[in-house]
């Protein structure tokens, strides 16, 4: 039989595989290469590129550590001490009694 009468039109509806393209610079993998990988599911057509990847993923990281502690030294500089929010509490000595 001729495999043109299975054609079934597949490449309309066709979903690509995580595999078939660098994740960085969208090159085609080669099946019969090797494919680089980087945190467990993103694959990489060269170490240049996984390496520039893991680079920008720590230059990420950075920044998002440098901004938080920005935001944690902020926090505690307006947060007020114990003693001034004591001080500001209205205290009523007495008994309540609930029934």
Same mark, same amino acid.
């Given at each position: 039989?001729?495999?043109?009468?299975?054609?079934?039109?597949?490449e309309?509806?066709?979903q690509? $595989?995580f595999l078939? /393209?660098?994740?960085l610079?969208?090159r085609t993998?080669? $099946?019969? $290469?090797?494919?680089? +990988?980087y945190r467990g599911?993103?694959?990489f057509?060269? =170490?240049?590129?996984? =390496?520039? =990847?893991?680079? +920008?993923d720590?230059?990420n990281?950075r920044?998002w550590?440098?901004?938080?502690?920005?935001?944690?030294s902020?926090?505690?500089?307006? /947060?007020? /001490? /114990?003693?001034e929010t004591?001080?500001n509490?209205?205290?009523?000595?007495g008994?309540?009694?609930?029934?």
């Amino acid at each position: 039989m001729n495999a043109a009468l299975y054609y079934t039109g597949c490449e309309e509806n066709y979903q690509p $595989h995580f595999l078939d /393209t660098c994740s960085l610079c969208q090159r085609t993998l080669a $099946h019969n $290469h090797d494919i680089f +990988m980087y945190r467990g599911d993103t694959p990489f057509c060269s =170490q240049e590129c996984r =390496q520039e =990847q893991i680079e +920008m993923d720590e230059a990420n990281e950075r920044k998002w550590r440098i901004a938080a502690a920005k935001r944690s030294s902020r926090t505690k500089t307006e /947060t007020p /001490t /114990t003693k001034e929010t004591d001080a500001n509490k209205a205290v009523r000595n007495g008994t309540v009694a609930v029934a």
